[in-house]
């Protein structure tokens, strides 16, 4: 099956859930954390979806893969910026399991999206396919 659009990766929409959860829990907190951790962790949590999409849309493995890193880092960033929230009593234990849970699933899913593109198994999203020539160049 030939993946047409990154809105079909299971990694994609798990992502976009993550940032949806974060809206979510953001809109209750402080006015005052308004423009700095509800500013930052919305900003992390949806630049995981937005570079899935932004490394698909390159159509090139290598850039894809390099978006999928970012995208883990970002869900690392949104993971601490919701242990943050939960310390400071922003958050409850059972939302920050939620958002804890997400994230866990979704950098899962973007190493085996990773593993699948370095050529450990077929792989459809794209045309072009990291050689092994090209993993030495790097």
Same mark, same amino acid.
């Given at each position: 099956?030939?993946?047409?659009?990154?809105?079909?990766?299971?990694?994609?929409?798990?992502?976009?859930?993550?940032?949806?959860?974060?809206?979510?829990?953001?809109?209750?907190?402080?006015?005052?954390?308004?423009? #700095?951790?509800?500013?930052?962790?919305?900003?992390?949590?949806?630049?995981?979806?937005?570079?899935?999409?932004? #490394?698909?849309?390159?159509?090139?493995?290598?850039?894809?893969?390099?978006?999928?890193?970012?995208?883990?880092g970002e869900a690392e960033?949104?993971?601490?910026?919701?242990?943050?929230?939960?310390?400071?009593?922003?958050?409850?234990?059972?939302?920050?399991?939620?958002?804890?849970?997400?994230?866990?699933?979704?950098?899962?899913?973007?190493?085996?999206? #990773?593993?699948?593109l370095n050529g450990s198994?077929?792989?459809?999203?794209?045309?072009?396919?990291?050689?092994?020539?090209?993993?030495?160049?790097?």
């Amino acid at each position: 099956m030939k993946i047409k659009s990154f809105e079909e990766l299971e990694v994609w929409q798990k992502a976009h859930e993550l940032t949806l959860l974060v809206y979510r829990l953001t809109a209750k907190f402080p006015r005052q954390e308004q423009s #700095g951790l509800v500013s930052q962790m919305r900003r992390a949590s949806s630049s995981v979806a937005a570079n899935i999409s932004e #490394g698909y849309g390159r159509r090139t493995t290598r850039e894809l893969l390099h978006s999928l890193r970012v995208a883990n880092g970002e869900a690392e960033e949104t993971r601490y910026f919701s242990r943050l929230s939960k310390d400071l009593g922003y958050i409850g234990q059972e939302d920050y399991a939620a958002v804890n849970q997400l994230c866990e699933s979704v950098n899962r899913l973007l190493s085996a999206l #990773g593993r699948s593109l370095n050529g450990s198994s077929p792989v459809t999203t794209h045309q072009s396919r990291v050689t092994l020539k090209d993993r030495r160049e790097r």
